[in-house]
């Protein structure tokens, strides 16, 4: 099925001037494995497959990963460009924060983005996801958005991962802790 659908996406692509984009694409293009089972050899063929239409398509196609390290190295030989988006530093992730919520969306003036961008080493999308959550949370509660719903929403962000925030995490704001 997966090979179909990909021989209908290549085809349909090919003269139609569009730029193929597959996002998490190390799921799809991943290193070829010794063949243990039979599994193990349709996982492979998937992988040669694709490897054989990226070959024939003349077309732009752009693999988005945040793992290069699992792509087949024959995809990896045949990339153009491989281009590094790092972790955004400090400064980025304080604009980020001030900017990720709209002019008209409803904040509470004591939070603190300096102490969220200083402390918390997250991507753009991350970032995002969070304000998103938190606006959801105060919304539920019909007040302003404000640092308990931050707090919160970056609490349910680290444990999508595993990981749990500490109240010495919270510094300014670790009373508000037990409200989390």
Known sequence: EKE?????????????????IFDEADALFAKRTDVKDSKDRYANMETSYLLQKIEEH?????LASNNINNFDEAFQRRMQYIINIPMPGTDQRLRLWKTVFPAEAPLEDNIDFTF??????LTGSRIKSIAIQAAYYAADE???????????????????????????????????????
């Open 58 to 62: 003349d077309g732009i196609v752009i």
């Open 116 to 121: 969220l961008a200083n402390n918390f080493e």
């Open 142 to 180: 019909g007040v302003p958005i404000g640092p308990v719903h931050i707090l919160r929403a970056l609490q349910t962000d680290m444990a999508k991962t595993r990981r749990m925030l500490s109240a010495s995490a919270l510094g300014p704001y670790e009373d508000l802790f037990e409200r989390l």
């Open 4 to 20: 179909k659908s990909l021989r209908e996406i290549f085809d349909m692509a090919k003269n139609s001037c569009s730029i193929l």
